[in-house]
């Protein structure tokens, strides 16, 4: 692929602007887009290593859990830019990121106390379903008017054995750091 900021401009699947990159991240980028009813959002773009359908199945199960406190896609799929596959998960509109919350200061005990149950119910029914997320950190938690929101686009499977109990674990620790942060 060339740089992510080459495809500014861009439409994909007819329907999404990339308008302006947001942030790469390794083989994916996040663009400004325009939801389904026009409203500003976010789309995150991966370049397909010929793992489209596992990454498309990933989000599959996302969706199905049906979580409130995952970030839901208003849309997924797969398309081509440039004559190269690509995925694509367009995000419901969020109001902001927890990131963005502690730049002003931290939170309020009450607050801390609903984010952390909001965490906990979401990594618990992702380790209930054999999911890890890896990505727990303040830039991939959101909020929507009043409910805290976990990015959801990014979780795989846990390993079996050890492994799988060790990724977990880190899971936990990251959530633990995270509300020491707040």
């Known amino acids: ?17 990339l308008r302006k990159l947001l942030m790469p991240e390794g083989r994916s980028a996040f663009f400004s887009t325009a939801g389904t009813h026009g409203e500003p959002t976010v ?19 996302v969706e199905a859990l049906r979580h409130p406190n995952f970030l839901s896609f208003e849309r997924f799929g797969q398309t081509e830019i440039d004559g190269r596959p690509v995925v694509y998960a367009v995000f ?7 990131a963005e919350v502690l730049d002003q200061g931290t939170l309020s005990v009450t607050d801390v106390a609903q984010l952390a149950s909001s965490l906990v119910a979401a990594l618990e029914v992702l380790h209930t379903h054999g999911f890890v997320h890896e990505h727990i950190e303040p830039r991939n938690i959101f909020s929507i ?3 805290v929101k976990l990015r959801g686009d990014c979780i795989r499977e846990a390993p079996e054995g050890d492994e799988g109990r060790a990724l977990k674990q880190g899971d936990v620790h990251d959530l633990a750091t995270v509300l020491l942060q707040s």
């Not at 692929?1 to 602007?17: C, H, K, N, R, S």
């Not at 419901?92 to 927890?98: A, F, P, S």
Request: hydrophobic share 35%.
């Open 145 to 147: 008017h009043d409910i």
């Open 43 to 61: 789309v995150r773009v991966i370049e397909c290593h010929f793992d489209e359908e596992e990454i498309l199945s990933r989000w599959r199960c």
């Open 92 to 98: 419901e509109k969020v109001d902001g990121n927890l």
């Open 1 to 17: 692929m060339q740089l992510w900021t080459d495809y500014e401009g861009v439409t994909i699947d007819g329907a999404f602007p």
